[in-house]
Protein backbone atom coordinates (compact mmCIF):
# COMPACT_ATOMS: atom_id res chain seq x y z
CA UNK A 1 0.00 0.00 0.00
CA UNK A 2 0.71 3.77 0.02
CA UNK A 3 3.48 5.57 2.42
CA UNK A 4 3.44 8.86 2.79
CA UNK A 5 6.48 10.46 4.76
CA UNK A 6 6.26 13.71 5.76
CA UNK A 7 9.13 16.53 7.11
CA UNK A 8 9.99 18.04 9.58
CA UNK A 9 7.78 17.09 12.57
CA UNK A 10 7.68 20.24 13.96
CA UNK A 11 8.46 23.77 12.47
CA UNK A 12 8.93 27.16 14.11
CA UNK A 13 9.17 30.55 12.03
CA UNK A 14 9.24 33.66 12.87
CA UNK A 15 5.96 35.81 11.49
CA UNK A 16 7.11 36.93 7.53
CA UNK A 17 9.22 34.51 7.01
CA UNK A 18 8.43 31.34 4.97
CA UNK A 19 7.88 27.71 5.85
CA UNK A 20 8.43 24.63 3.57
CA UNK A 21 7.36 21.48 4.43
CA UNK A 22 8.15 18.36 2.33
CA UNK A 23 6.83 14.67 1.96
CA UNK A 24 6.99 11.71 -0.44
CA UNK A 25 5.40 8.99 -0.98
CA UNK A 26 5.55 5.04 -2.68
CA UNK A 27 3.45 4.29 -4.39
CA UNK A 28 3.53 5.24 -8.57
CA UNK A 29 0.63 5.14 -9.00
CA UNK A 30 -0.70 8.08 -6.56
CA UNK A 31 -2.03 10.91 -8.65
CA UNK A 32 -3.48 13.46 -6.26
CA UNK A 33 -2.25 14.86 -3.09
CA UNK A 34 -3.90 17.15 -1.14
CA UNK A 35 -2.73 19.41 1.74
CA UNK A 36 -5.27 19.63 5.35
CA UNK A 37 -4.69 22.00 7.79
CA UNK A 38 -5.87 21.15 11.47
CA UNK A 39 -6.24 23.89 14.26
CA UNK A 40 -6.35 22.89 17.49
CA UNK A 41 -8.81 20.98 18.61
CA UNK A 42 -10.45 21.31 15.22
CA UNK A 43 -11.10 18.82 12.55
CA UNK A 44 -8.69 19.01 9.34
CA UNK A 45 -9.80 20.66 6.42
CA UNK A 46 -8.38 20.88 2.84
CA UNK A 47 -6.20 23.94 2.25
CA UNK A 48 -4.80 23.43 -1.54
CA UNK A 49 -4.43 20.11 -3.72
CA UNK A 50 -2.30 18.99 -6.46
CA UNK A 51 -2.57 16.34 -9.27
CA UNK A 52 -0.40 14.41 -10.73
CA UNK A 53 -0.15 16.21 -14.66
CA UNK A 54 0.60 19.77 -12.44
CA UNK A 55 4.01 20.97 -11.15
CA UNK A 56 3.43 24.10 -9.13
CA UNK A 57 0.10 25.00 -8.29
CA UNK A 58 -0.41 29.10 -6.01
CA UNK A 59 -3.24 30.02 -3.78
CA UNK A 60 -2.27 33.51 -2.25
CA UNK A 61 0.35 32.79 0.68
CA UNK A 62 0.61 29.19 -0.57
CA UNK A 63 1.90 26.77 -2.79
CA UNK A 64 2.62 23.11 -3.55
CA UNK A 65 5.05 21.77 -6.01
CA UNK A 66 5.06 18.09 -7.21
CA UNK A 67 8.29 16.16 -8.59
CA UNK A 68 6.71 12.72 -10.41
CA UNK A 69 10.34 11.21 -11.23
CA UNK A 70 11.33 11.70 -7.55
CA UNK A 71 8.14 10.98 -5.74
CA UNK A 72 7.63 13.64 -3.53
CA UNK A 73 5.74 17.02 -3.15
CA UNK A 74 6.43 20.40 -0.92
CA UNK A 75 3.92 23.08 0.47
CA UNK A 76 5.40 26.92 0.84
CA UNK A 77 3.73 29.06 2.86
CA UNK A 78 5.21 32.88 1.75
CA UNK A 79 4.65 35.69 4.65
CA UNK A 80 3.83 33.70 7.87
CA UNK A 81 1.26 35.09 10.21
CA UNK A 82 0.39 33.90 13.37
CA UNK A 83 -2.68 32.58 12.14
CA UNK A 84 -1.01 29.96 9.52
CA UNK A 85 0.16 28.21 13.67
CA UNK A 86 -1.83 24.83 13.47
CA UNK A 87 -0.73 21.17 12.23
CA UNK A 88 -0.61 20.70 8.69
CA UNK A 89 -1.07 17.00 7.18
CA UNK A 90 -0.02 15.93 3.20
CA UNK A 91 -1.92 12.96 1.37
CA UNK A 92 -1.78 11.27 -1.54
CA UNK A 93 -4.60 9.12 -3.03
CA UNK A 94 -4.70 7.28 -6.28
CA UNK A 95 -8.00 8.91 -7.36
CA UNK A 96 -10.31 7.86 -10.01
CA UNK A 97 -10.37 4.11 -8.67
CA UNK A 98 -12.41 2.36 -6.20
CA UNK A 99 -9.46 1.41 -4.39
CA UNK A 100 -8.41 4.52 -4.06
CA UNK A 101 -7.59 5.23 -0.19
CA UNK A 102 -6.82 8.74 1.41
CA UNK A 103 -3.03 8.02 3.25
CA UNK A 104 -1.76 10.74 5.13
CA UNK A 105 1.66 11.71 6.32
CA UNK A 106 3.03 11.91 10.14
CA UNK A 107 1.88 15.32 10.29
CA UNK A 108 4.21 18.85 10.75
CA UNK A 109 2.99 20.93 13.70
CA UNK A 110 3.90 25.04 12.61
CA UNK A 111 4.43 27.68 15.10
CA UNK A 112 4.77 30.78 13.75
CA UNK A 113 5.65 33.66 16.11
CA UNK A 114 4.76 36.91 16.26
CA UNK B 1 -26.65 20.02 5.40
CA UNK B 2 -24.26 19.17 8.92
CA UNK B 3 -21.97 17.33 6.48
CA UNK B 4 -19.90 14.50 8.92
CA UNK B 5 -21.54 14.03 12.20
CA UNK B 6 -19.59 11.48 14.90
CA UNK B 7 -20.97 10.41 18.12
CA UNK B 8 -19.68 10.65 20.76
CA UNK B 9 -17.53 13.66 21.12
CA UNK B 10 -15.61 12.35 24.47
CA UNK B 11 -15.29 8.41 25.97
CA UNK B 12 -14.02 6.90 28.95
CA UNK B 13 -13.79 3.12 28.73
CA UNK B 14 -12.56 1.04 31.36
CA UNK B 15 -9.72 -2.06 29.72
CA UNK B 16 -12.02 -4.72 28.10
CA UNK B 17 -15.26 -2.52 27.98
CA UNK B 18 -16.81 -2.25 24.59
CA UNK B 19 -18.40 0.40 22.56
CA UNK B 20 -18.90 1.76 19.17
CA UNK B 21 -18.13 5.01 17.71
CA UNK B 22 -20.99 6.64 15.04
CA UNK B 23 -20.71 8.16 12.18
CA UNK B 24 -23.34 9.56 9.15
CA UNK B 25 -22.45 11.81 6.64
CA UNK B 26 -25.21 13.95 4.21
CA UNK B 27 -23.63 14.39 1.31
CA UNK B 28 -24.41 11.37 -0.41
CA UNK B 29 -20.01 10.29 -0.96
CA UNK B 30 -19.54 6.76 -1.75
CA UNK B 31 -16.10 6.57 0.54
CA UNK B 32 -15.71 6.86 4.05
CA UNK B 33 -12.89 6.15 6.51
CA UNK B 34 -12.17 5.84 10.19
CA UNK B 35 -8.54 7.30 11.23
CA UNK B 36 -6.44 7.57 14.44
CA UNK B 37 -4.89 10.32 15.20
CA UNK B 38 -2.14 10.12 17.88
CA UNK B 39 0.65 12.65 18.65
CA UNK B 40 3.65 12.22 15.95
CA UNK B 41 2.13 9.33 14.29
CA UNK B 42 -0.54 12.09 11.76
CA UNK B 43 -3.88 10.07 10.37
CA UNK B 44 -3.57 6.85 10.27
CA UNK B 45 -6.29 4.79 8.59
CA UNK B 46 -8.02 1.97 10.59
CA UNK B 47 -10.65 0.93 7.95
CA UNK B 48 -12.31 2.33 4.63
CA UNK B 49 -15.47 1.52 2.95
CA UNK B 50 -15.42 2.58 -1.02
CA UNK B 51 -19.07 1.78 -1.01
CA UNK B 52 -21.61 0.54 0.55
CA UNK B 53 -21.59 -3.22 1.67
CA UNK B 54 -17.82 -3.25 1.12
CA UNK B 55 -14.75 -2.66 4.12
CA UNK B 56 -11.61 -2.86 3.75
CA UNK B 57 -8.75 -2.77 6.45
CA UNK B 58 -6.31 0.14 6.79
CA UNK B 59 -3.28 0.37 8.69
CA UNK B 60 -3.62 -0.27 12.17
CA UNK B 61 -7.26 -2.41 11.91
CA UNK B 62 -6.36 -4.84 14.82
CA UNK B 63 -8.49 -4.61 18.02
CA UNK B 64 -11.52 -2.73 15.49
CA UNK B 65 -14.32 -3.89 13.30
CA UNK B 66 -16.75 -1.89 10.94
CA UNK B 67 -20.18 -2.09 9.78
CA UNK B 68 -21.38 0.07 6.95
CA UNK B 69 -24.86 0.09 7.56
CA UNK B 70 -25.97 2.09 4.43
CA UNK B 71 -24.55 4.74 2.37
CA UNK B 72 -24.80 7.36 5.26
CA UNK B 73 -24.02 5.23 8.06
CA UNK B 74 -20.29 3.77 8.54
CA UNK B 75 -19.67 2.76 12.53
CA UNK B 76 -16.35 1.64 14.17
CA UNK B 77 -16.83 -0.90 17.34
CA UNK B 78 -14.07 -1.55 19.79
CA UNK B 79 -14.81 -5.14 21.32
CA UNK B 80 -12.43 -4.95 23.92
CA UNK B 81 -10.64 -1.73 24.37
CA UNK B 82 -7.07 -1.25 25.30
CA UNK B 83 -5.42 1.63 27.03
CA UNK B 84 -3.30 1.64 23.47
CA UNK B 85 -6.72 2.33 21.65
CA UNK B 86 -6.27 5.89 23.95
CA UNK B 87 -6.81 8.22 21.12
CA UNK B 88 -8.91 10.82 18.99
CA UNK B 89 -10.76 8.92 16.28
CA UNK B 90 -11.89 10.46 13.44
CA UNK B 91 -14.45 9.62 10.83
CA UNK B 92 -14.22 11.23 6.41
CA UNK B 93 -16.39 10.92 3.83
CA UNK B 94 -14.97 11.62 0.39
CA UNK B 95 -16.68 11.67 -3.35
CA UNK B 96 -14.28 12.03 -6.61
CA UNK B 97 -14.65 15.54 -8.41
CA UNK B 98 -14.18 16.97 -11.34
CA UNK B 99 -10.43 16.17 -12.98
CA UNK B 100 -9.82 13.94 -10.58
CA UNK B 101 -10.22 15.51 -6.81
CA UNK B 102 -11.04 14.14 -4.20
CA UNK B 103 -12.19 16.27 -0.61
CA UNK B 104 -12.34 14.42 2.86
CA UNK B 105 -14.56 15.50 5.25
CA UNK B 106 -14.35 14.96 8.88
CA UNK B 107 -16.40 14.86 11.71
CA UNK B 108 -15.39 16.70 14.68
CA UNK B 109 -13.51 13.55 16.19
CA UNK B 110 -14.02 11.36 19.32
CA UNK B 111 -11.34 11.50 22.38
CA UNK B 112 -11.34 8.25 23.33
CA UNK B 113 -9.61 7.19 26.86
CA UNK B 114 -9.22 3.96 27.68
CA UNK B 115 -7.97 3.33 31.79
Known amino acids: GENVEQHPSTLSVQEGDSAVIKCTYS??????FPWYKQELGKRPQLIIDIRSNVGEKKDQRIAVTLNKTAKHFSLHITETQPEDSAVYFCAAIRSGTSYGKLTFGQGTILTVHP | NAGVTQTPKFQVLKTGQSMTLQCAQDMNHNSMYWYRQDPGMGLRLIYYSASEGTTDKGEVPNGYNVSRLNKREFSLRLESAAPSQTSVYFCASSQPRDRGQVEAFFGQGTRLTVV
Open chain 1, 27 to 32: DSASNY
